[in-house]
């Protein structure tokens, strides 16, 4: 049931494509995208865009997980700092991170350090906001335990918070997130696209986008 649905939906798909019902520029058709995953396939050109999409997908992975850690143990390590950027982290990670795609082309460049600047934005707000609540929600007892013998923050960060907290930090590494970095280099290419067709024009500065960007967060807790 489940195929024939499919085969329908490529097959409906296919027909408005041809009858130009809806925009082939747009949306493309099934037949173009078989036969260009094919001559793909043939030239080898697949393998080197897979190749591209793990290599930034695993390099953003990697630098917003670490720098989230690291940026969690200094908020844990310094409660004052914790106090002051918490609303900041709070409305960063209310921001759609799609959205700021835009800027990361104007700011980075539509290449390969655009989209893995995209992934870091991504993936380190939540980690560092999962790992800071990992630590803070260590068991408080063991804690003046080891500050009755006289550790030292450093020594109670290597010797309780990061052993006790090691299934959780792996855990932040999870098949979802890795499914987020990938997503912006599809989401960015099309960003891109309609970037130079449609927005280029009316963008006269920076503050514009920042506004565009603004609007979109208000928009999306309206529909949340």
């Known amino acids: 049931m489940q195929i024939a649905l499919l085969i329908f939906i490529l097959g409906i798909w296919e027909i408005l494509a041809n009858k130009d019902i809806i925009s082939t520029f747009l949306f493309s058709k099934p037949s ?16 080197v865009h897979v190749k591209t999409s793990v290599y930034e997908t695993v390099l953003g992975l990697i630098i917003g997980t670490v720098g989230g850690v690291i940026v969690a143990i200094l908020l844990w390590a310094f409660p004052r700092l914790s106090r002051v950027l918490d609303p900041f982290l709070v ?48 068991d408080e007892e063991k804690i003046k335990m080891l ?26 590494i ?20 309609d970037f130079k067709i449609h927005v280029k024009p009316s963008i006269k500065n920076i503050i514009d986008i920042l506004k565009a960007i ?3 967060n208000k928009n999306s807790k309206k529909i949340s």
């Open 214 to 216: 603004l609007i979109a």
């Open 174 to 193: 999870d098949p979802n997130k890795f499914y987020m970095n990938i997503k912006p280099n599809f989401i960015e290419n099309k960003l891109y696209i």
């Open 32 to 47: 173009a995208i078989y036969d260009l995953f094919m001559r793909y396939m043939e030239n080898g050109q697949l393998w």
């Open 91 to 138: 409305v960063l990670n209310a921001l759609p991170k799609t959205a700021l795609a835009p800027i990361v082309i104007v700011w980075v460049g539509a290449n390969v350090k655009g989209i893995v600047v995209t992934a870091i934005l991504i993936s380190i707000v939540v980690t560092i906001l999962s790992a800071y609540n990992y630590f803070i929600n260590v």
């Open 147 to 172: 500050k009755s013998f006289k550790a030292t923050k450093l020594q109670i960060l290597f010797k309780l918070i990061l052993p006790a907290n090691i299934g959780n930090l792996i855990n932040i």
